[in-house]
């Protein structure tokens, strides 16, 4: 079998979690077997749709590296690759299922329907069609819909899916959906099932909420006498309280992408509701394409853990070099008129500890300020400013100033240990006296990021005016 997969996304809004789970999966899978991965826009659905979606989609996608080999920006073999522009063949392939008697016309009224509806539920039933037009021939073609003809003969139905098996659905549950509407525009059921036929489509990966609905793509291939693609359900994302959700925070990968790198985006996206290891947990795109196996999908849903995202981008962030971190996060906060080489020592400091790209502390340039106080634990703000001013004529005398972290700790721990001082009482002081931060990197981190004159500086603020 050659393997094509597609994303088929409606223009409708932002790509969210979910989308772009169901993307990669597709996008893997492909990549996996040496197939074609494609984007097919179904904009059919004209009264939801959002000028600019699609284009924001696509540019989305880009941005997290997941590339397509057929689309609408780029065409393919099978194209065109956007649904309202492929109106005909749906048209044709309902007139095809009509004159096969597998199809009719409808013109039952909103009215009528809504009331049938409501007949139904009062007794407790199902809502479903009740086939009033099922036997007219009187039926015009203009103003009326075209309904799925469900056999009478039908008991059930059994479609296989990758992930949760065999599935058997009671034909008597189903009744004779609308495939081209009034205006002449296909449903879902319609307009994905002729494409996937002619698009060639192997796989569709697509999310759980389209699960009760295949019974009736499964028929519609049938009655086409077409052959169905591999179905791949994707189970739910649960967030902090059932179904993921905005309660859950905005799940907008456009929003992610704000403090979180792509890779590892991707990589926890990746790995909601498939693991190819017990223990592994970060992969670089090149292992995920080469493990993935949609059999091995779990069926129950994936848990988002938004804290394990903040680890894991903490864990992409130290793996990279300085210099490409400096230029992902100057995009993202502010840093004033920083000085090139300033803002690349203050990155390589916050590199360990940094889990979130916009989160990268802004004291670093904003005018100094003392926030924590100078003294440490049971000490006194005089023994602090005393420890200071010793240090500063220490540090004063020094014919050259160290060049990394390491050399200015080796050297101020030398002159401590001469002069038989306490660490807590010399190093509290000097950390704040630099960052006037109740947490901050070391002292000898901060000496090496200011240099001398900057150091000497803020000491003698501290020894002045320091609380």
């Not at 039926?139 to 599935?167: A, M």
Request: glycine residues 6%; aromatic residues 10%.
């Amino acid at each position: 079998m050659h393997i094509r997969t597609r994303f088929a996304p409606s223009p409708t809004g932002e790509l969210h979690l979910g989308s772009l789970r169901t993307t990669l999966y597709a996008y893997l899978h492909a990549r996996h077997h040496g197939g074609v991965f494609y984007l097919r826009i179904e904009d059919t659905d004209q009264s939801r749709l959002v000028s600019g979606s699609a284009e924001r989609l696509m540019k989305q996608l880009q941005s997290v590296g997941i590339t397509w080999d057929e689309g609408p920006d780029i065409g393919g073999p099978y194209g065109p690759y956007v649904q309202s522009e492929r109106l005909a063949m749906y048209r044709q392939a309902a007139g095809q299922l009509i004159a096969e008697e597998k199809a009719y016309r409808c013109d039952c009224s909103p009215e009528r329907l809504t009331q049938l509806r409501e007949d139904l539920s009062a007794r407790k039933l199902p809502p479903k069609y009740d086939g009033h037009c099922r036997a007219r021939t009187d039926v015009p073609e203009e103003g009326s819909v075209i309904r799925f003809r469900i056999s009478e003969n039908l008991s059930k139905v059994t479609v296989s899916d990758c992930i949760h098996g065999d599935i058997i659905i009671d034909a008597a549950t189903l009744d004779d959906f609308v495939l081209l509407k009034s205006d002449g525009f296909p449903t879902y059921h319609l307009a994905h099932v002729v494409d996937d036929h002619a698009m060639m489509t192997s796989h569709v990966i697509r999310a759980d909420e389209w699960l009760p609905s295949l019974p009736k793509h499964a028929l519609l291939f049938r009655a086409f006498g077409w052959e169905e693609p591999v179905y791949a359900h994707l189970p739910l994302l649960l967030g902090a309280k059932g179904k993921l959700s905005k309660r859950d925070g905005d799940t907008n990968v456009s929003q992610f992408l704000q403090w979180c790198l792509p890779d590892a985006l991707v990589n926890f996206v990746a790995l909601l509701g498939w693991n190819p290891s017990g223990e592994q947990e970060i992969y670089s795109r090149e292992e995920l394409i080469a493990a993935f196996d949609v059999t091995k999908v779990h069926s129950s849903p994936a848990k988002v853990n938004f804290e394990k995202l903040e680890w894991l981008n903490g864990e992409y962030i130290r793996r990279m070099d300085p210099d490409t971190l400096a230029t992902q996060i100057r995009t993202r906060v502010d840093t004033g008129n920083a000085e090139n080489e300033f803002f690349r020592r203050a990155v390589v400091l916050e590199q360990p500890r940094l889990r979130r790209l916009d989160a990268f502390p802004q004291w670093y340039f904003q005018p100094y300020m003392q926030e924590a106080p100078l003294a440490w634990k049971k000490s006194t703000l005089t023994v602090a400013k005393e420890r200071l001013v010793e240090l500063r004529a220490f540090l004063q005398q020094l014919a050259t100033w160290p060049e990394n972290p390491a050399d200015a700790e080796r050297v101020v721990k030398a002159w401590m240990a001469d002069r038989g001082l306490e660490t807590g009482e010399t190093l509290w002081p000097f950390r704040v006296a630099l960052s006037g931060k109740q947490t901050s990197p070391g002292p000898f981190e901060l000496a090496w990021l200011f240099g001398k004159e900057e150091t000497l500086r803020r000491l003698s603020y501290a020894i002045e005016r320091g609380v």
